[in-house]
C-alpha cells in the first residue's frame, strides 16, 4: 500500500516565508511603476507613462547597454580563466584544495572594500599598480574613459574569478577517473580530453556559474561607484546606477518602479533560459 508523503508540509512556512518576502517588494514595485507619488504619501495613475518615458529615454538604453557590455566581457574573461585555473590545479596540482582556500579570500572582501581598494591602486604616487605602470611608463587615469573601464573590468575579475575557479574545481572532481585513464590508452590528445570529456561535465556547473554571474553582473553598483563615481561623465553609469539615482536623488519612485520592471524582465528570461537549459543538461 502506498503511504502517503506528508513531508511537503514542513515547507509550507518557509514557503509561505519566501513568497510573502519576494512578492511584497515586486507588488510594490509594480504599483509604483504605474503612478506618480507627490510629497511621498499621494499616488495619481498614470499607466504606461513611466514605461514610455524610460523605453524613449537615452539614458536608459545607454545605462542598459554600458551593464550588457560590462557584462559580457567581465564574464568572458572570468569563465574562461576560471576553467583554466580549475583545470591546472586538477591536472597539475596535487592539492588544489589548498590553493582553493586562497583563492577563495577575495570572494569574502566586501564590495565597498573592493572598490575602495582597487581606486587607490591605481593612483600613480600611492597605488601598487598605479606605481608599477607610472614606473614602466604608463600612467593610470581614471578621468580617461578607457582606464576606468578597464579599471572595473579587471576588479570585477578579480572578485568574482575565483567562484568560478570552485564551481569548475568541483566538477572537475565530480568526472569519474576511468574517463581519463580510458582517453590516456586511447592516445587522446589534450585538447580532446578537453573537449569531448573535462567540457562536457563541466556545463552544468558553468551554467550555475553564469546564472549567478549574470545576475550579479547586471546589477552592479557598489564598486563601479567606489572607482568612478559613474564617470567621466556618464561612461562607466550602469543600469542599476541610474536606478538609485532615480529613486534616491530624484525620488522620482514610479519612474525608478519601472526600471525596475524592466531590469527584472531582462533578468528573469535569462535565469529561466539558462535554469531549463541546467535541467537538460541533467536529464541527458
Not at 590516456?184 to 551554467?207: C, H, M, N
Not at 552592479?220 to 562607466?236: C, F
Not at 542599476?240 to 528570461?269: D, H, R, W
Request: glycine share 8%.
Amino acid at each position: 500500500m502506498q503511504q502517503k508523503n506528508k513531508a511537503w508540509l514542513f515547507l509550507v512556512p518557509s514557503a509561505a516565508l519566501l513568497m510573502t518576502i519576494g512578492f511584497a517588494p515586486l507588488l510594490t514595485m509594480l504599483n509604483y511603476s504605474v503612478q506618480d507619488s507627490f510629497a511621498g504619501d499621494q499616488f495619481f495613475w498614470v499607466g504606461s507613462h513611466w514605461y514610455e518615458k524610460s523605453l524613449h529615454s537615452p539614458a536608459f538604453w545607454g545605462a542598459l547597454g554600458r551593464t550588457v557590455l560590462f557584462t559580457v566581457l567581465s564574464l568572458s574573461i572570468q569563465i574562461v580563466l576560471g576553467i583554466y585555473i580549475a583545470r591546472k590545479l586538477y591536472h597539475v596540482q596535487k592539492n588544489g584544495e589548498a590553493f582553493l582556500c586562497f583563492l577563495a579570500l577575495p570572494l569574502l572582501t566586501p564590495w565597498i572594500v573592493v572598490g575602495f581598494v582597487w581606486r587607490h591602486a591605481m593612483d600613480a604616487k600611492a597605488g601598487l599598480i598605479g606605481a608599477m605602470g607610472a614606473f614602466s611608463g604608463v600612467t593610470p587615469d581614471l578621468n580617461s574613459v578607457a582606464w576606468v573601464w578597464t579599471t572595473i573590468i579587471l576588479m570585477d575579475v578579480w572578485h568574482w574569478t575565483s567562484l568560478t575557479v570552485i564551481l569548475c574545481f568541483a566538477g572537475y572532481v565530480s568526472i569519474p577517473k576511468p574517463y581519463f585513464q580510458a582517453a590516456q590508452i586511447d592516445g587522446a590528445s589534450t585538447w580532446a580530453i578537453f573537449r569531448y570529456i573535462e567540457l562536457p561535465k563541466l556545463k552544468r556547473v558553468l551554467i550555475i556559474a553564469l546564472l549567478l554571474r549574470i545576475a550579479d553582473s547586471l546589477m552592479i553598483y557598489t564598486e563601479p561607484l567606489m572607482i568612478s563615481r559613474g564617470g567621466p561623465h556618464v561612461s562607466s553609469t550602469f543600469f542599476s546606477q541610474e536606478l538609485i539615482k532615480t529613486a534616491m536623488l530624484e525620488f522620482n519612485l514610479g519612474e525608478a518602479g519601472a526600471l525596475s520592471v524592466c531590469y527584472l524582465m531582462l533578468v528573469v528570461p535569462i535565469s529561466w533560459i539558462l535554469y531549463r537549459h541546467m535541467r537538460g543538461q541533467d536529464g541527458a
